[in-house]
């Protein structure tokens, strides 16, 4: 319930985002008719197939993105049309003809000069209206979709995105019926209906034109970084219940408390290093259950510890399984994670988790979650993210302890670790983790803002401020990642950690992308990470996290641009450490 008020409240804040201005004329379009008959049946219409083309964005993977598109210039066909029969009374006068049909009747009810209006033809003004209706995806919306990903097609989706539409179009019908009202009061007191019609239909035109051009996923966007999602963000942290006493179990001097059973393992879709486990089979052993993805960075900094206590504590009967919950979309394919389970070293057994399920059924929400089952397949403790190894090996020995197999040695392990699974140097971050998806992407300062889905030039300014960053060249941005599809492209990051990672891939199998990394416009010397040289090469080989910053000298503030020399590469998120 809480989420849905948030999400109702976020579509609300739209009114004061640029990035509603496109759609302000088409509703302001409706003025002086009949609310109920009119303007309601539009901003309905708007709401349901904003709240439908999101969830299909959400679940459906970029063949709904290909379809909403299609859908956009379907609606800029019929709303060019409206505008030129506002500015035009002639055309829309032959518009209304009987012999027109159906879209002759569609117009006629549009049209201001005519008296009344019909239901049916402003609610398809309003699904136009709707496809066209890009509002900046912040903070709310953008966990609203996220786990719609995470936790698939659901009727709570819909209804959270439905709220989320709801709240945009009660906006829009406060500033319709304050409109309603000056546009009559205008009618009564000068006569000036012929002007302010065509005055509507000329903004009706613009607006057109400028989503035609992408601006209203552009400028328009960017302008909105500084207005609605600052307003979210602060809306989310006030009304968000604090969770963080819930990222551990307490762990006192008593017995472990029960915190539900072991979820059903059956909706792995297959298994690496074992065939498939069972609730049942699992009985009389100790669990721990660690949800994990090979790409997350907080996930690699927890794997060494995992791996130590399995070969610690499994003649003692702990059986560790790994669930593979992916992220994106390369991590689930199945020859990507059983090759990184080869290379780093994983030898118990893993579930491929492609369709969340296991996920649903642990009610998880964390990537690295463990989870410690007794003997019993009792859930007796649980910690999320990185941490706390000690206590969470403690817990390993109680539970041996109460099933009969108390072990000798009870000091904890001690782990080496390096390259990109070594502790993050937490003192020094104060770069947050960045998507480069438009889906998730914040901070983008390319001028212009993103053009979503389409081969664009971009260009990255001289300086950013801390944690901003920028495109130059040409890239393609899609909803998950963003696509290199010209030589030099370059990112380009102010950032303030020891370590910089990124998560790349090349677009195509087999191919491989050389790609050169600059700090501060110099090449990284001894401050590279581990997949570059001193000089600043690298190559994109496969889909997966890339180390290309340790700072080993005093962290400051610093400027990151990586330039792929070759066309091709995906970018999809950075990481700190």
């Not at 066209?132 to 609203?144: N, Q």
């Not at 110099?522 to 889909?543: R, S, V």
Request: aromatic residues 10%.
């Amino acid at each position: 319930m809480l989420l849905l008020i948030l999400s109702y409240l976020a579509g609300v804040l739209t009114i004061i985002s640029p990035c509603i201005l496109p759609v302000l004329p088409f509703v302001f379009a409706r003025a002086g008719q009949p609310f109920i008959r009119s303007g309601l049946p539009l901003l309905l219409g708007m709401a349901v197939t904003f709240a439908g083309v999101a969830t299909l964005a959400a679940v459906g993977g970029s063949w709904a993105v290909q379809a909403n598109s299609l859908g956009r210039a379907v609606a800029l066909l019929i709303l060019g049309l409206f505008g030129l029969l506002l500015v035009f009374p002639a055309l829309a006068d032959r518009a209304t003809r009987p012999i027109v049909g159906l879209g002759a009747r569609i117009t006629e009810a549009a049209g201001p000069e005519r008296t009344g209006a019909s239901f049916w033809p402003s609610l398809l003004l309003g699904v136009a209206t709707g496809l066209l209706w890009a509002p900046c995806a912040g903070p709310i919306l953008g966990l609203v979709l996220t786990g719609a990903a995470l936790q698939g097609a659901t009727i709570g989706t819909s209804l959270l995105l439905l709220a989320y539409a709801a709240g945009a179009a009660t906006s829009l019908a406060f500033a319709l019926l304050i409109g309603g009202r000056v546009f009559a009061a205008m009618k009564r007191s000068i006569r000036v209906g012929e002007w302010f019609r065509r005055s509507l239909g000329a903004l009706v035109l613009l607006a057109v034109a400028a989503i035609a051009l992408g601006l209203d996923t552009g400028l328009l966007t960017k302008l909105s970084l500084a207005g609605t999602s600052t307003v979210e963000q602060r809306l989310l942290d006030s009304l968000r219940p604090d969770d963080r006493s819930e990222q551990t179990s307490t762990l006192g001097d008593g017995p472990l408390g029960f915190e539900g059973e072991l979820a059903s393992l059956s909706g792995a879709t297959a298994w690496l290093n074992s065939p498939p486990l069972s609730r049942e089979a699992l009985r009389g052993k100790v669990v721990l259950v660690d949800f994990w993805t090979y790409s997350c960075i907080n996930c690699l900094r927890t794997l060494p510890y995992v791996r130590a206590w399995e070969a610690k504590y499994r003649a003692a009967g702990l059986v560790v399984i790994g669930v593979h919950a992916p992220e994106f979309a390369f991590e689930r394919d199945p020859e990507n994670v059983a090759k990184a389970v080869r290379d780093l070293g994983v030898t118990y057994p893993v579930a491929l988790d492609n369709n969340h399920a296991i996920w649903r059924g642990f009610n998880n929400s964390y990537w690295p979650a463990h989870y410690f089952i007794d003997a019993r397949g009792r859930i007796r403790y649980h910690h999320f993210g990185e941490g706390n190894y000690a206590e969470s090996e403690k817990v390993i020995q109680r539970l041996l302890a109460e099933n009969g197999r108390a072990v000798g040695d009870m000091r904890t392990v001690t782990v080496r670790t390096k390259g990109a699974s070594a502790a993050a140097s937490w003192n020094d971050v104060r770069s947050a983790e960045t998507y480069l998806g438009h889906l998730r992407a914040e901070r983008f300062a390319s001028p212009g803002g993103f053009v979503r889905d389409t081969g664009h030039e971009y260009v990255a300014p001289p300086r950013l401020p801390l944690n901003a960053w920028a495109l130059a060249g040409r890239w393609l941005v899609g909803s998950e990642y963003a696509t290199a599809q010209s030589t030099g492209a370059r990112i380009v990051y102010r950032f303030h950690a020891r370590d910089l990672h990124l998560v790349l891939g090349p677009s195509a199998t087999g191919r491989r992308v050389r790609f050169r990394v600059t700090i501060d416009g110099k090449p990284p010397a001894g401050d590279h990470g581990t997949d570059i040289n001193d000089a600043g090469n690298g190559m994109i080989e496969g889909q997966r996290l890339y180390q290309l910053v340790r700072q080993k000298s005093a962290v400051r503030e610093r400027t990151f641009a990586i330039e792929f020399l070759d066309p091709g590469a995906q970018a999809f998120a950075f990481t700190f450490g």
